[in-house]
């Protein structure tokens, strides 16, 4: 009898640690998107420019100091980094965040580009405003122009800082998302906004400036390497960040977050643990044509780069692939010659298309049975462009 009750209530305990653990699996399996303070935010793949979460995303808000992701992207793709750049009298003493310019003082543009994105300096930003727009609304006009090339349809600058100097200086998450990615391609931008401390020229002074990085995520969250910190009054506190683990980097935009550090941690977090990058092919990869398509022997297509993008488990079979081709017959003459994409499709969305490259197995011109001189010299070339010279 003993023994039998020993084995109920061992029996008991056992059913009871599978029920508490049971519900804990499921909610890992099925957790929804991260819980955050923010009034909106947004998470992206850098790589291949999906969001991944969005909330309220769309909404036209006052972006602060992220603004300056712009300034510093825009001036890095048409300035030169090693220019000297004289501060203007405008730039002395604008309001806010400060590297304490003086007027007429010296520094490269890059120097001042690292006061912009690590101590958010204003000053710094009206200098680099003037110097590569010729005045800040000059600058201002690059900026929209570059926000309109990147896709950012529902963002609007009205100066280079973004202190709240009208109602039309706006944008919204998932446009600042879109723009935090493409800056995050530009290395001198990322090495620029992954550094936590940086000495620059100070004309006049004993010592250098020793600028600290803001954004606090650099020593709080593993991999943390960017982007920009922000606040005003009316904007209250914004961030950009971003991480990179494992090769994949991710960004999120919280605007109107009153527990930022933890909003972006959540949100980095959840995207790293619910979406994995899928190869889906490889450079080089030989792709059998459909059957529309007639390839003559010794040809075979192949991709001209690899295709990889970030999905759930259960969203894979949702990708399709279609072949899209110039022509119908495909021969040995086209050596190197594109014609065609394999084109991928997510659900009703394309993401992403790979050139695909005729290629000949034994070349034309090492055949004994090759026509004439001239079509020697037409294949050695269009070997020399297919093979050295790779799209």
């Not at 994409?341 to 005729?358: A, E, N, S, T």
Request: hydrophobic share 40%; with cysteine; aromatic share 8%.
């Amino acid at each position: 009898m003993r023994v039998r009750k020993r084995l109920c209530g061992v029996l008991v305990v056992f059913l009871f640690i599978q029920l508490l653990l049971l519900p804990v699996a499921e909610v890992r399996a099925n957790a929804g998107p991260p819980n955050i303070s923010a009034e909106s935010a947004a998470l992206i793949d850098v790589a291949s420019g999906r969001i991944l979460y969005s909330k309220n995303g769309d909404k036209k808000m006052r972006i602060a100091s992220l603004t300056k992701t712009m300034t510093a992207i825009v001036a890095i793709e048409m300035g030169q980094l090693k220019d000297e750049v004289t501060v203007p009298p405008e730039a002395v003493g604008v309001e806010g965040s400060s590297i304490y310019l003086k007027k007429n003082e010296k520094l490269t543009l890059e120097e001042l580009l690292y006061g912009l994105m690590l101590r958010s300096g204003n000053d710094a930003a009206v200098t680099v405003a003037t110097h590569v727009g010729g005045s800040v609304p000059g600058f201002v006009y690059l900026m929209n122009e570059k926000a309109a090339l990147i896709g950012m349809t529902h963002t609007n600058f009205t100066n280079p800082h973004g202190l709240d100097d009208s109602n039309m200086h706006y944008s919204t998450a998932e446009d600042m998302a879109l723009l935090s990615a493409y800056a995050l391609r530009n290395p001198v931008f990322r090495q620029i906004v992954s550094t936590k401390v940086k000495d620059i020229s100070w004309e006049g002074e004993e010592y250098n400036r020793r600028l600290l990085n803001k954004n606090k995520l650099l020593h709080l969250y593993n991999g943390a390497d960017g982007v920009k910190t922000g606040y005003t009054k009316l904007a209250k506190r914004c961030l950009a960040s971003s991480a990179t683990r494992d090769g994949r980097q991710l960004a999120a935009i919280t605007l109107n977050a009153p527990d930022d550090w933890n909003d972006s941690a959540e949100m980095l977090d959840w995207g790293f643990r619910h979406f994995a990058m899928k190869e889906f092919v490889q450079y080089g990869e030989t792709i059998q044509p459909e059957p529309a398509v007639t390839l003559k022997e010794g040809v075979q297509l192949v991709t001209t780069n690899a295709f990889r993008y970030p999905l759930k488990p259960e969203e894979i079979p949702d990708v399709t692939k279609r072949m899209v081709m110039s022509e119908s017959v495909v021969t040995e003459k086209m050596n190197g010659q594109i014609i065609g994409f394999l084109q991928f499709h997510f659900r009703d969305q394309m993401i992403g298309q790979v050139p695909l490259k005729v290629q000949v197995d034994t070349p034309t011109w090492a055949n004994t049975n090759a026509d004439t001189g001239a079509d020697f010299w037409q294949q050695f070339w269009n070997l020399m462009a297919g093979g050295l010279f790779r799209a």
